[in-house]
């Protein structure tokens, strides 16, 4: 919708233009007061009042939200852009933009009249606009007139269908609908169909008749594919991309599927998928008459050859500063159509110390056709041999293989799966202390099987407005893959976006996960566990604050205060509490965001739910509640938000604020 408002608004431009709607004022205009008000347009004037005649339909407000001019006023003047003052092409960009909103309601008629005066005053501007809304035009009947023997003759049907009868006659749906009916006949074999659209009010604008005729033209089969200017990479790689075949019939979506697949590569620069024109005719077996044009290939390639080094300060969980150096080199098409990848990367504490805090080294390689399926395979085999120092004069060597591979049903349906197998050999402790020192550091060999499920219908990932997102995700750790630790986890994430009133965007995630032991292993270690709370989590409470609590009695100095992270048991004994994690959890989120000014936006966010070591535990008074407002700033790189949440009491947790500041939604 917002792509077809975009062509309308230039359409509505350029009729203003060519009306020589090009200056502040309607009517012709002496050289003398062309000359006065020239001189007094240049000044670029405020806008001091905006009065609107003849409107009905619309209120006042209404239509001076959309217009483009704004009345001039405090706040107004701090905002970037000039609309509370008067341009040259301010009648052009009011009258398209009310034109615009009448005709999304029917008023095929409407006439918009509009002139800035002087005020005698201060010489700022009035904006006097004059509306002359006409007929309401609303459905009465829509008509599809094309072959029925076509075997999609249904999906032509249900697409003409979307105008409904007693809703308003929308030009622009309509040309939406012609649109989507010629996409249907170009996916069918018809890329030359013609499809025409009537508006017949001769029965009243409330009584309207919309008839689409639809001719299909051409029936058109795919002829062959001709592949030239490959020099660095074989032709065959361009090929097996391509989704439709010689004698299928043409299909407009095959081949927008295989110019994306083309890109994926990440073999070309820049493609073109041309069509080389046959004007010879062919009969298939049922007697009908096609034809098969041809299709060239060309591409301007990348190197085959690719080195790339990063390096800059970043800031360690343990350390004070560290500085990265990274260098990779690597190959796309090794085997004449895999890709490999050299790395190493090196992390020095700095200032505080000067030595290395670890140096990894890494080799990838991508069988972008596993078992002649495209489902990429990645291999990748990583080394880290450890450090000593005088601080650490014991040296932690891991090595690790993962295989990942991806596989795409759709563009919206995707499925990961990755398997990770990992060793770890410790020098410098004794055997007989290496149980209890790996323990403490917290060190356990880990091998798994990730499968991650997502489905995504959002068209824009940073500011979704409307669709899905969902994901299921599944790991299993140890068992038969042996390792320290055997336990299974599972998780669903379902987020749903849609438009409120106006601009304003209601969205909603539900989240839920379970992790559970097995096998040898008694528990699921500390780092495994779900810790809730934080800016993308439950609002209002630290980040990771959130999971079941353990207590540790110990033996006190004090007998009466109430220390921080400790409530007093009796007089001899105070019970520490510590977070060790949830097996369990469930979070709601409930967010309105709407539109304030500029690129600013406002939010109002309610958060519940928490973890517990098991479903069972769940019930109405351990819920956690919290809710808030927020402000985003709406950067390129996404939007930049300031929450403020306040956290209602429950059990352990005390009524508290908390501010959050981040980048990008919670969800």
Not at 234 to 253: C, H, I, M, Q
Not at 326 to 355: C, H, M, V
Request: hydrophobic fraction near 40%.
């Amino acid at each position: 919708m917002a792509g077809a408002r975009k062509y309308v608004v230039w359409f509505w431009m350029l009729c203003a233009c060519s009306a020589g709607l090009t200056g502040p004022v309607s009517g012709q205009l002496t050289s003398l007061e062309a000359k006065k008000y020239g001189s007094w347009l240049a000044k670029k004037p405020n806008i001091s009042a905006i009065n609107i005649e003849g409107n009905i339909f619309f209120s006042d407000d209404k239509i001076k939200s959309h217009l483009f001019s704004r009345k001039n006023s405090f706040w107004q003047s701090f905002k970037s852009g000039s609309r509370h003052r008067v341009l040259r092409y301010s009648t052009i960009r009011d009258t398209m933009e009310v034109k615009y909103l009448y005709l999304l309601e029917g008023f095929l008629n409407v006439k918009v009249s509009e002139r800035f005066d002087i005020s005698p005053n201060d010489s700022s501007a009035i904006l006097n606009m004059t509306i002359d809304e006409g007929s309401r035009y609303l459905v009465g009947l829509t008509d599809l007139e094309a072959n029925d023997s076509l075997s999609f003759y249904r999906e032509l049907t249900n697409v003409a269908a979307r105008m409904k009868m007693g809703e308003a006659v929308n030009p622009i749906k309509v040309k939406e609908i012609v649109f989507d009916l010629k996409t249907i006949y170009a996916n069918h074999g018809y890329p030359y169909a013609v499809i025409e659209d009537h508006i017949d009010a001769q029965a009243g604008p409330s009584r309207t008749v919309i008839t689409f005729n639809a001719s299909e033209g051409q029936l058109v089969r795919f002829g062959d594919l001709i592949v030239t200017g490959m020099s660095t990479y074989s032709p065959y790689l361009a090929r097996r991309e391509v989704t439709f075949d010689n004698g299928e019939l043409y299909s407009r979506k095959k081949i927008i599927e295989s110019q994306k697949r083309l890109y994926s590569t990440n073999l070309f620069n820049s493609i073109s998928l041309d069509i080389r024109r046959n004007e010879n005719g062919y009969e298939d077996s049922t007697g009908r008459v096609y034809t098969r044009p041809d299709f060239v290939f060309s591409a301007i390639e990348r190197r085959p050859h690719f080195i790339s080094t990063k390096t800059g300060a970043s800031q360690d969980s343990l350390q004070d500063l560290t500085w990265d150096f990274s260098t990779a080199w690597g190959k796309r098409n090794i085997f004449t159509s895999r890709r490999i990848e050299l790395s190493f990367k090196f992390r020095f504490i700095i200032f505080t110390q000067w030595r290395t805090l670890y140096h990894r080294y890494q080799i990838k390689y991508t069988e972008p056709w596993f078992f002649n399926v495209r489902m990429p395979l990645t291999v990748t085999a990583r080394f880290e041999p450890g450090v000593r120092s005088q601080l650490q004069p014991y040296r932690i060597e891991t090595w690790s293989l993962a295989f990942s591979t991806r596989k795409e049903w759709s563009e919206k349906l995707f499925a990961i799966v990755t398997a990770r197998y990992e060793n770890v050999n410790i020098f410098g402790i004794a055997a007989e202390n290496q149980t209890q020192f790996r323990s403490e550091q917290g060190i356990s060999i880990r091998r798994k099987i990730d499968i991650t499920v997502v489905r995504d219908t959002r068209i824009d990932k940073f500011m979704p407005k409307s669709g899905s997102f969902t994901t299921y995700f599944a790991q299993y750790v140890g068992g038969f893959l042996k390792g320290d630790d055997s336990f299974v986890k599972l998780e669903f994430s379902w987020a749903r976006y849609q438009l409120a009133v106006g601009r304003a965007i209601y969205a909603s995630r539900m989240k839920i996960g379970w992790v559970k032991e097995f096998g040898r292993s008694h528990e699921v270690p500390l780092n495994d566990r779900f810790y809730l709370g934080g800016a993308n989590s439950i609002r209002g409470f630290r980040e990771n604050s959130i999971g079941t609590r353990k207590i540790d009695l110990t033996i006190a100095s004090i007998d009466s205060s109430i220390v921080s992270d400790s409530i007093v048991v009796d007089t001899a004994y105070v019970a520490l509490i510590s977070n060790v994690g949830a097996h369990a959890y469930t979070i709601l989120n409930q967010e309105l965001r709407y539109p304030l000014f500029w690129k600013f936006w406002g939010s109002l966010f309610a958060d519940i739910g928490n973890g517990w070591d098991s479903f069972a535990d769940v019930s109405a008074d351990n819920i956690l509640f919290s809710y808030g407002v927020g402000i985003q700033f709406i950067s390129p790189a996404g939007p930049i938000r300031l929450d403020y949440a306040h956290r209602l009491e429950n059990g352990i947790y005390k009524e508290d604020d908390r501010f959050h500041f981040t980048i990008l939604y919670a969800f």
